[in-house]
């Protein structure tokens, strides 16, 4: 039996050609964020579609989108209150007091209240107006007078398509 010595170590560097090795031939878990350089990366097929979305259709998991499909998927950027009043009195029909939304923007929800005390004022029936830009209020008074409020609830909404 014979043995041989190695008459010098040999560095693993000078063994395996640089670039040569392919994903599947290193130890699991061997590369970490620590060895990437992140400049060095593209961009995650999918983010690409987030990233140029114009619709929220397309931008499901987009910040923002430019277009939306439905209304229910238009973002809300900002909400604005338009307040109307009137002044409720005795009368066979109910006072019918509407708050318009700014232009461009769109109504969202509403409602109505009265500032009577004694107790004979009340909201009939409230709703969206046609067209959707503003809310409307019906207000019957039994006796005395009293002030009706009426608040739009606004939004600028995104185009639909």
Known sequence: MSAVAASRLV?????????SLSGNRLKSGSVTGKQIKASTLGTVPSAVTA???????????????????TAGSAPIAKVTYATATGNVSPTNSPLAVTATCPSG????????????????????DSYPISGKN?????????????????????APAAATS
């Open 134 to 154: 503003g809310w409307t209020a019906d207000f019957v008074e039994n006796s005395g007078s009293t002030t009706a409020t009426v608040t739009a609830i606004c």
């Open 51 to 69: 990233q140029t979305a114009t619709t929220a259709e397309t931008a499901t998991t987009a910040n923002t989108a430019t277009t939306a499909t």
């Open 105 to 124: 923007m769109t109504v969202v929800g509403g409602g109505g209240q009265v500032a009577d005390e004694s107790g004979s004022a009340f909201l009939d």
């Open 11 to 19: 560095n693993g560097n000078s063994l395996i050609k640089v670039n």
